[in-house]
Antibody, heavy 123, light 108 residues
Protein backbone atom coordinates (compact mmCIF):
# COMPACT_ATOMS: atom_id res chain seq x y z
CA UNK A 1 0.00 0.00 0.00
CA UNK A 2 1.36 3.41 -0.97
CA UNK A 3 1.56 5.70 2.04
CA UNK A 4 2.92 9.06 3.12
CA UNK A 5 3.34 10.07 6.77
CA UNK A 6 4.25 13.62 7.72
CA UNK A 7 5.86 14.69 10.97
CA UNK A 8 7.54 17.69 12.53
CA UNK A 9 4.64 20.08 12.94
CA UNK A 10 4.77 22.29 16.02
CA UNK A 11 4.02 25.68 17.52
CA UNK A 12 6.83 28.10 16.65
CA UNK A 13 7.37 31.80 17.21
CA UNK A 14 7.37 34.31 14.34
CA UNK A 15 10.81 34.41 12.77
CA UNK A 16 11.54 30.88 13.86
CA UNK A 17 12.42 27.77 11.90
CA UNK A 18 10.99 24.28 11.57
CA UNK A 19 11.74 21.16 9.55
CA UNK A 20 8.95 18.93 8.30
CA UNK A 21 9.49 15.34 7.22
CA UNK A 22 7.46 12.97 5.10
CA UNK A 23 8.13 9.24 5.11
CA UNK A 24 7.11 7.36 1.98
CA UNK A 25 6.41 3.66 1.59
CA UNK A 26 4.85 1.25 -0.87
CA UNK A 27 6.24 2.78 -4.07
CA UNK A 28 9.59 3.51 -5.74
CA UNK A 29 10.15 6.89 -4.17
CA UNK A 30 12.99 8.07 -6.40
CA UNK A 31 10.84 7.70 -9.55
CA UNK A 32 8.40 10.43 -8.58
CA UNK A 33 8.20 14.16 -8.05
CA UNK A 34 6.99 15.08 -4.58
CA UNK A 35 5.10 18.14 -3.40
CA UNK A 36 4.18 20.07 -0.29
CA UNK A 37 0.69 21.56 -0.14
CA UNK A 38 -0.70 23.52 2.79
CA UNK A 39 -4.11 24.51 4.06
CA UNK A 40 -4.69 27.30 6.55
CA UNK A 41 -7.52 26.62 9.03
CA UNK A 42 -10.86 26.97 7.26
CA UNK A 43 -9.19 27.94 3.98
CA UNK A 44 -8.43 26.31 0.65
CA UNK A 45 -5.46 24.38 -0.64
CA UNK A 46 -2.24 26.24 -1.42
CA UNK A 47 0.63 24.59 -3.28
CA UNK A 48 3.98 25.23 -1.60
CA UNK A 49 6.82 23.46 -3.41
CA UNK A 50 7.87 20.54 -5.55
CA UNK A 51 11.02 18.51 -6.02
CA UNK A 52 11.27 16.39 -9.12
CA UNK A 53 12.80 12.94 -9.39
CA UNK A 54 15.99 14.62 -10.66
CA UNK A 55 16.01 17.25 -7.87
CA UNK A 56 14.61 20.18 -9.84
CA UNK A 57 12.81 22.40 -7.32
CA UNK A 58 10.11 25.05 -7.56
CA UNK A 59 8.48 27.21 -4.92
CA UNK A 60 5.35 29.28 -4.56
CA UNK A 61 6.04 33.01 -4.49
CA UNK A 62 4.81 33.16 -0.89
CA UNK A 63 7.60 30.91 0.42
CA UNK A 64 10.46 31.36 -2.05
CA UNK A 65 13.63 32.37 -0.24
CA UNK A 66 12.33 31.14 3.12
CA UNK A 67 11.55 27.45 2.55
CA UNK A 68 13.79 24.72 1.14
CA UNK A 69 12.50 21.41 -0.16
CA UNK A 70 14.77 18.38 -0.27
CA UNK A 71 14.61 14.61 -0.51
CA UNK A 72 16.65 11.62 0.62
CA UNK A 73 15.96 8.77 -1.76
CA UNK A 74 17.93 6.27 0.36
CA UNK A 75 15.59 6.96 3.26
CA UNK A 76 12.45 7.39 1.10
CA UNK A 77 11.93 10.75 2.75
CA UNK A 78 10.87 14.25 1.77
CA UNK A 79 11.67 17.35 3.79
CA UNK A 80 10.63 20.97 4.06
CA UNK A 81 12.98 23.32 5.90
CA UNK A 82 11.02 26.41 6.87
CA UNK A 83 12.66 29.59 8.15
CA UNK A 84 11.64 33.19 8.86
CA UNK A 85 8.20 31.85 9.67
CA UNK A 86 5.23 34.21 9.67
CA UNK A 87 1.75 34.02 11.13
CA UNK A 88 0.40 33.47 7.62
CA UNK A 89 2.42 30.25 7.37
CA UNK A 90 0.10 28.72 9.97
CA UNK A 91 -1.47 25.75 8.22
CA UNK A 92 -1.82 22.05 7.90
CA UNK A 93 1.06 20.85 5.70
CA UNK A 94 0.54 17.85 3.42
CA UNK A 95 3.10 15.99 1.37
CA UNK A 96 1.81 14.54 -1.87
CA UNK A 97 3.08 12.26 -4.64
CA UNK A 98 2.92 13.15 -8.32
CA UNK A 99 0.99 10.52 -10.26
CA UNK A 100 3.48 10.45 -13.17
CA UNK A 101 6.66 8.37 -13.27
CA UNK A 102 9.86 10.22 -14.14
CA UNK A 103 8.09 13.34 -15.38
CA UNK A 104 10.26 16.18 -16.63
CA UNK A 105 7.55 18.84 -16.41
CA UNK A 106 5.67 20.16 -13.39
CA UNK A 107 2.66 18.06 -12.50
CA UNK A 108 -0.44 18.87 -10.54
CA UNK A 109 -2.12 15.49 -10.24
CA UNK A 110 -1.26 14.07 -6.80
CA UNK A 111 -2.53 10.56 -6.27
CA UNK A 112 -1.23 9.94 -2.76
CA UNK A 113 -1.47 12.41 0.15
CA UNK A 114 -0.38 12.14 3.73
CA UNK A 115 -2.67 13.01 6.61
CA UNK A 116 -0.79 16.24 7.22
CA UNK A 117 1.06 17.91 10.07
CA UNK A 118 0.03 21.17 11.72
CA UNK A 119 2.33 24.18 11.88
CA UNK A 120 1.27 27.08 14.08
CA UNK A 121 3.26 30.31 14.03
CA UNK A 122 2.39 32.34 17.08
CA UNK A 123 4.02 34.21 19.91
CA UNK B 1 0.96 34.16 -12.56
CA UNK B 2 -2.48 32.65 -13.14
CA UNK B 3 -5.71 32.13 -11.24
CA UNK B 4 -8.37 29.46 -11.16
CA UNK B 5 -11.88 30.62 -10.25
CA UNK B 6 -14.42 28.17 -8.87
CA UNK B 7 -18.16 28.38 -8.19
CA UNK B 8 -19.74 29.44 -4.89
CA UNK B 9 -21.17 26.70 -2.67
CA UNK B 10 -23.81 24.51 -4.29
CA UNK B 11 -26.33 21.99 -3.06
CA UNK B 12 -27.80 18.96 -4.77
CA UNK B 13 -30.62 16.63 -3.82
CA UNK B 14 -29.70 13.02 -3.18
CA UNK B 15 -29.63 11.16 -6.48
CA UNK B 16 -29.63 14.27 -8.63
CA UNK B 17 -26.88 15.70 -10.83
CA UNK B 18 -24.62 18.65 -10.09
CA UNK B 19 -21.87 20.29 -12.11
CA UNK B 20 -19.26 22.70 -10.83
CA UNK B 21 -16.81 24.72 -12.86
CA UNK B 22 -13.28 26.03 -12.76
CA UNK B 23 -12.18 28.90 -14.98
CA UNK B 24 -8.70 30.07 -15.88
CA UNK B 25 -6.46 30.87 -18.81
CA UNK B 26 -4.19 27.93 -17.99
CA UNK B 27 -7.07 25.57 -18.76
CA UNK B 28 -6.70 26.40 -22.44
CA UNK B 29 -3.35 24.59 -22.14
CA UNK B 30 -3.86 22.09 -19.30
CA UNK B 31 -6.57 19.63 -18.41
CA UNK B 32 -7.67 20.37 -14.84
CA UNK B 33 -7.07 17.97 -12.00
CA UNK B 34 -9.88 17.75 -9.45
CA UNK B 35 -9.65 16.91 -5.78
CA UNK B 36 -12.33 15.96 -3.29
CA UNK B 37 -11.82 16.87 0.36
CA UNK B 38 -14.30 15.61 2.89
CA UNK B 39 -14.49 17.33 6.26
CA UNK B 40 -11.44 16.65 8.38
CA UNK B 41 -9.71 14.53 5.75
CA UNK B 42 -6.85 14.87 3.31
CA UNK B 43 -7.71 15.62 -0.33
CA UNK B 44 -8.31 12.78 -2.79
CA UNK B 45 -7.58 12.98 -6.50
CA UNK B 46 -10.79 12.27 -8.42
CA UNK B 47 -10.04 13.46 -12.00
CA UNK B 48 -6.72 13.98 -13.80
CA UNK B 49 -5.38 14.27 -17.33
CA UNK B 50 -7.99 13.92 -20.05
CA UNK B 51 -10.85 13.15 -17.65
CA UNK B 52 -9.23 10.07 -16.10
CA UNK B 53 -10.45 8.65 -12.78
CA UNK B 54 -7.95 7.02 -10.42
CA UNK B 55 -8.73 3.54 -9.25
CA UNK B 56 -11.56 3.52 -6.72
CA UNK B 57 -13.25 6.71 -7.88
CA UNK B 58 -16.86 5.95 -8.87
CA UNK B 59 -17.89 6.59 -12.46
CA UNK B 60 -20.67 8.94 -11.34
CA UNK B 61 -17.85 11.51 -11.05
CA UNK B 62 -16.72 12.81 -14.43
CA UNK B 63 -14.76 15.66 -15.95
CA UNK B 64 -15.06 17.78 -19.07
CA UNK B 65 -13.78 21.04 -20.43
CA UNK B 66 -14.36 23.72 -23.03
CA UNK B 67 -12.09 26.66 -23.72
CA UNK B 68 -10.92 28.11 -20.43
CA UNK B 69 -13.47 26.25 -18.31
CA UNK B 70 -13.22 22.81 -16.75
CA UNK B 71 -16.23 21.09 -15.22
CA UNK B 72 -16.75 18.34 -12.68
CA UNK B 73 -20.07 16.51 -12.80
CA UNK B 74 -21.55 14.20 -10.18
CA UNK B 75 -24.37 12.16 -11.70
CA UNK B 76 -26.65 10.66 -9.06
CA UNK B 77 -25.08 12.35 -6.05
CA UNK B 78 -24.63 10.27 -2.93
CA UNK B 79 -24.23 11.38 0.66
CA UNK B 80 -20.52 10.57 0.53
CA UNK B 81 -20.04 13.08 -2.30
CA UNK B 82 -20.60 15.93 0.14
CA UNK B 83 -17.22 17.65 0.22
CA UNK B 84 -15.10 20.57 -0.91
CA UNK B 85 -13.89 20.19 -4.48
CA UNK B 86 -10.71 21.87 -5.75
CA UNK B 87 -9.39 22.18 -9.28
CA UNK B 88 -5.68 22.44 -10.04
CA UNK B 89 -3.47 23.37 -12.96
CA UNK B 90 -0.20 25.20 -13.58
CA UNK B 91 0.56 28.89 -13.70
CA UNK B 92 1.43 30.85 -16.84
CA UNK B 93 5.07 29.72 -16.64
CA UNK B 94 3.97 26.09 -16.64
CA UNK B 95 6.22 25.41 -13.65
CA UNK B 96 4.21 26.28 -10.56
CA UNK B 97 1.03 24.58 -9.40
CA UNK B 98 -2.12 26.56 -8.72
CA UNK B 99 -5.35 25.58 -7.00
CA UNK B 100 -8.79 27.06 -7.34
CA UNK B 101 -10.46 28.42 -4.24
CA UNK B 102 -12.70 25.38 -3.91
CA UNK B 103 -16.45 24.72 -4.15
CA UNK B 104 -18.42 23.21 -1.30
CA UNK B 105 -20.97 20.67 -2.48
CA UNK B 106 -23.76 19.85 -0.05
CA UNK B 107 -25.95 16.79 -0.65
CA UNK B 108 -29.47 17.32 0.67
Amino acid sequence: EMQLVESGGAVVQPGGSLRLSCAASGFKFDDYAMHWVRQAPGKGLEWVSLISWDDTVYYADSVRGRFIISRDNRRNSLFLQMSSLRAEDTAFYYCAKDIRVGASTSGYAFDIWGQGTMVTVSS
Amino acid sequence: SSELTQDPPVSVALGQTVSITCQGDSLRRDYAAWYQQRAGQAPILVIYGKYNRPSGIPDRISGSSSGNTASLTITGAQAEDEADYYCASRDSSGKLVIFGGGTKVTVL
